[in-house]
């Protein structure tokens, strides 16, 4: 799934150093004015950061959910059903500021989500191979508190390549998100490529243009405009013809109106 926020998930196994390569990436790019938000998936069944007893406690048991606790430093909200209902979607919704998210653990996700930059926490080389075969889309990184040689990284003694590594694939997904802002998003395929998203890719790559979309480059001769709450919707010519066509037909046949069927149709819908 792709999101405009950068997402870069921490997996490894227990006392792998996950946490230590979390702390030395948030620590650095924070002093360079970046807003991270974590998550951190707690492999502890039926573990809470809840007091049983407490108000916030008697408040989820009453059947409040979510309970949002604030006191004059914090602000706390629990949710319950825990993984069931977590995604990255709703992460960002309560941290729509940050410039890109770090996950420590959910490795079901993080593994098989080809949009996810991965940073692999090793103890042994079986678990070096174990992770590659596994692992979809970009690998920032494998390391280890262990020296286990080339191509792993010591999560201490390399951790300035680490940050490096990190704040590459930050940047190029932010560049790969901001073409993507310019590109339709109809998925129509008539630029040669699957998705907006691969030809965005592709853009960033330099191996295609923003003038090889075609809806992008033919928006100028289109004689329709839709607007929701602001946002241009973006459509094809064929779309854009029917709607003109079916709208002039129906204003056609108002009482003191005469339309030459040339005319352009803009439509504007506001909530």
Not at 167 to 185: A, D, H, N, Y
Request: aromatic residues 6%; glycine residues 8%.
């Amino acid at each position: 799934m792709w999101t405009n926020v950068p997402v870069i998930g921490v997996v490894g196994r227990k006392d792998s150093g996950k946490t230590v390569i979390i702390e030395s990436i948030v620590q650095t790019l924070t002093k360079k004015g970046y807003r991270v938000a974590t998550a951190k998936h707690v492999n502890q069944k039926g573990f809470s950061i809840d007091t049983e007893g407490k108000d916030t406690w008697r408040h989820s048991v009453a059947g409040a959910n979510p309970v949002v606790s604030v006191s004059n430093i914090e602000t706390g909200i629990l949710i319950k059903d825990g993984v069931k209902r977590f995604s990255l979607d709703e992460l960002l919704r309560f941290a729509p500021e940050a410039d890109f998210i770090m996950l420590e653990g959910f490795s079901w996700l993080v593994l098989n989500d080809e949009h996810v930059g991965k940073i692999l926490c090793v103890r042994t080389r079986e678990e070096y191979e174990d992770y590659r075969k596994k692992a979809k889309g970009e690998i920032i990184a494998f390391c280890s508190m262990r020296p286990l040689g080339k191509p792993i990284l010591r999560i201490k003694e390399d951790s300035k390549i680490l940050v490096r590594q990190a704040l590459k694939f930050i940047r190029e997904k932010q560049k790969i998100s901001k073409i993507l802002c310019l590109l339709p998003g109809l998925d129509c395929t008539k630029c040669g490529y699957s998705t907006c998203e691969e030809m965005a890719v592709a853009i960033y790559g330099k191996e295609a243009k923003l003038n090889d979309c075609v809806p992008l480059r033919l928006r100028s001769k289109l004689k329709t405009r839709i607007t929701v709450n602001d946002v241009e919707v973006p459509i094809q010519p064929f779309v854009s013809e029917i709607i003109r066509n079916s709208i002039l037909g129906m204003v056609s046949s108002l009482k003191g109106v005469s339309v030459s069927g040339n005319e352009e149709i803009h439509v504007k819908i506001s909530s």
